[in-house]
């Protein structure tokens, strides 16, 4: 008698499941399977170039197995932002690639806003609360003036991680810059500043506490110019000061030789491997 409540029990549970899964279909099921939040992760180019500059960082983290999803979000001079592209419904790490159209712009609020207008168009389509950040060159002054004027936004998506490639925060050789010229403290700061580092002082105070993990990386050509070429790795290492009492973590990776020279970090093997651990454990 007891073994056939048993198995009745047992049976009335699977009928039970059964036609709870029917009433659900098969889009309520997807939904409850997907409870890992996305986290997309936006590249932005230096100047003058275009998203064709990130493809092999990109397709770097695909052969990874990061994301089969990635789409492009055209960012016009005007402003206005056009997704080329959707991510698929199921991915949680997606890649988007932005693509200034004005190429040779400089003006780093600008660039600012740009960047901001591609996270709105992004969050109004996709919804998610946090995102990473990859730039390179120019890319990491268009990232720092957004962090400048939103950050305190708390209807924006958090940064989770943000990746510099050759970010040049206190000046560019031949450009008001020269091998050994700038001077950095024990804890960072940087002698003398040019007006764009003095302006990003703010972010000292402005930067979310204890929110981003920062991974700065930079080349060093090893000719004696402690550069890559375009940057000085004082430059490029300016950032610590900027960030590092608030970052959630920070963390400095130099790499050397031909690879590392101001353009072929983005085509650099090891620093790919190192970028896909850093954002995704990969």
């Known amino acids: 008698m007891q073994v056939k409540i048993k198995r009745y029990c047992v049976g009335g549970i699977f009928l039970l499941i059964g036609s709870l899964l029917g009433l659900m279909g098969p889009q309520q099921l997807v939904h409850a399977a997907s409870t890992t939040p996305m986290t997309?992760?936006?590249?932005?180019h230096g100047a003058p170039s275009s998203y064709?500059?990130?493809?092999?960082?990109?397709?770097?983290?695909?052969?990874?197995?990061?994301?089969?999803?990635?789409?492009?979000?055209?960012?016009?001079?005007?402003?206005?932002?056009?997704?080329?592209?959707?991510?698929?419904?199921?991915?949680?790490?997606p890649i988007v690639e932005v693509?200034?159209?004005?190429?040779?712009?400089?003006?780093?609020v600008t660039n600012g806003r740009w960047v901001r207008n591609v996270v709105r168009k992004l969050q109004a389509t996709y919804h998610f609360k946090q995102m990473n950040m990859v730039?390179?060159?120019?890319?990491?002054?268009?990232?720092?003036?957004?962090?400048?004027?939103?950050?305190t936004n708390r209807r924006l998506p958090k940064l989770a991680k943000f990746v510099s490639l050759g970010g040049h925060y206190d000046g560019?050789?031949?450009?008001?810059?020269?091998p050994h010229r700038i001077r950095l403290t024990a804890a960072g700061r940087p002698t003398p500043m040019d007006s764009a580092y003095r302006?990003?002082?703010?972010?000292?105070?402005?930067?979310?506490?204890?929110?981003?993990?920062?991974?700065?990386i930079y080349g060093d050509l090893g000719n004696g110019t402690d550069s890559d070429g375009r940057v000085t790795n004082n430059s490029s290492k300016s950032l610590r000061y900027l960030l590092a009492k608030r970052a959630k973590s920070y963390r400095e990776r130099q790499f050397k030789g031909a690879g590392a020279q101001h353009s072929r970090l983005h085509?650099?093997?090891?620093?790919?491997?190192?970028?896909?651990?850093?954002?995704?454990?990969?």
Do not use: C
Request: overall charge positive; proline content about 3%.
């Open 40 to 44: 997309p992760t936006l590249y932005f």
């Open 52 to 93: 064709r500059s990130e493809r092999h960082m990109v397709g770097a983290a695909k052969k990874a197995g990061v994301t089969k999803s990635v789409i492009r979000a055209d960012v016009a001079a005007s402003g206005r932002v056009t997704l080329v592209g959707k991510f698929r419904p199921t991915s949680r790490t």
């Open 99 to 108: 693509n200034f159209l004005n190429t040779r712009n400089t003006n780093y």
């Open 135 to 151: 730039g390179h060159s120019t890319g990491n002054l268009a990232i720092a003036y957004y962090l400048l004027a939103n950050s």
């Open 172 to 178: 560019v050789l031949n450009e008001g810059d020269w």
């Open 199 to 216: 302006r990003l002082l703010k972010l000292r105070q402005r930067y979310p506490k204890q929110q981003t993990a920062v991974l700065n």
């Open 267 to 282: 085509h650099n093997a090891q620093v790919d491997r190192t970028m896909i651990k850093f954002l995704w454990d990969k």
